[in-house]
């Protein structure tokens, strides 16, 4: 079992819709989740991190975090052309001193016209 | 620019050869990373030194040595180069247990 696990796409969604990516963990020791985006051949870039059990919002972004379930989520609202992307899932625990991230596989989104 | 960078973008080499990459970071963070990124996309932690302490240090091939001279710096040197080592390699760095990593923009190694 990996210790990230995403749906790689492509996940695609009409221009304005709710685009939803997620993300599963194995570790239950994890604390803190991450979602970066990466355009293709750039570098990762953060978008959002949570650490409670819930809905994080931030703009058109929303995590949402279930620990019970070992489940984190992207939603995308009014999805545009400029998120097509690699959507990237980190999750952090207590190993090398709270500093690494594991990351999963990533989901390509590609947002249509 | 207050940023990461890496040097070289592009790194083109035979199979057995000697190579390295280097990695700066001019944010004031004390905590820097070298990750792996394959054909496939995935991201890998490779390494990272806390203040020229190496704290993380994954199952990686001992042909892989890093070395930080000061926590500003973290160079990756890779010996004796196998076709398996053609991937992207990412720099990062952070503050100590921050939230947020910040990538460099990453060097294209391509093993022949």
């Known amino acids: 079992q990996k210790e990230v696990e995403q749906n790689s796409g492509p996940l695609s969604v009409p221009e304005g819709a709710i685009a939803s990516l997620n993300c599963t963990y194995s570790?239950?020791?994890?604390?803190?989740f991450f979602w970066y985006r990466q355009y293709s051949g750039k570098s990762p870039e953060l978008i959002m991190f949570?650490?409670?059990?819930g809905d994080k919002e931030d703009g058109r972004f929303t995590a949402q975090l279930n620990k019970a379930s070992q489940y984190v989520s992207l939603l995308i609202r009014d999805s545009q052309p400029s998120d097509s992307a690699t959507y990237l899932c980190a999750v952090k625990g207590i190993t090398g001193g709270g500093n690494k991230l594991t990351f999963g596989t990533g989901t390509q989104l590609k947002v249509e016209l | 620019d207050t940023a990461v960078s890496q040097t070289p973008k592009y790194l083109v080499t035979q199979m057995g050869n000697d190579k390295s990459i280097k990695c700066e970071q001019n944010l004031g963070h004390d905590t820097m990373y070298w990750y792996k990124q394959d054909s496939k996309k995935f991201l890998k932690i490779m390494f990272s030194?806390?203040?020229?302490?190496?704290?993380i240090n994954e199952t990686v091939p001992n042909r892989f040595s890093p070395k930080s001279p000061d926590k500003a710096h973290l160079n990756l040197h890779i010996n004796s180069l196998e076709l398996g080592d053609s991937a992207v390699y990412f720099c990062?760095?952070?503050?100590?247990?921050?939230?947020?990593?910040?990538f460099g923009p990453g060097t294209r190694l391509t093993v022949l």
């Open positions: 030194y806390n203040n020229k302490e190496l704290i």
């Open positions: 949570i650490y409670s059990n």
């Open positions: 570790d239950r020791g994890s604390q803190s």
């Open positions: 990062a760095s952070s503050q100590v247990r921050a939230n947020e990593q910040f």
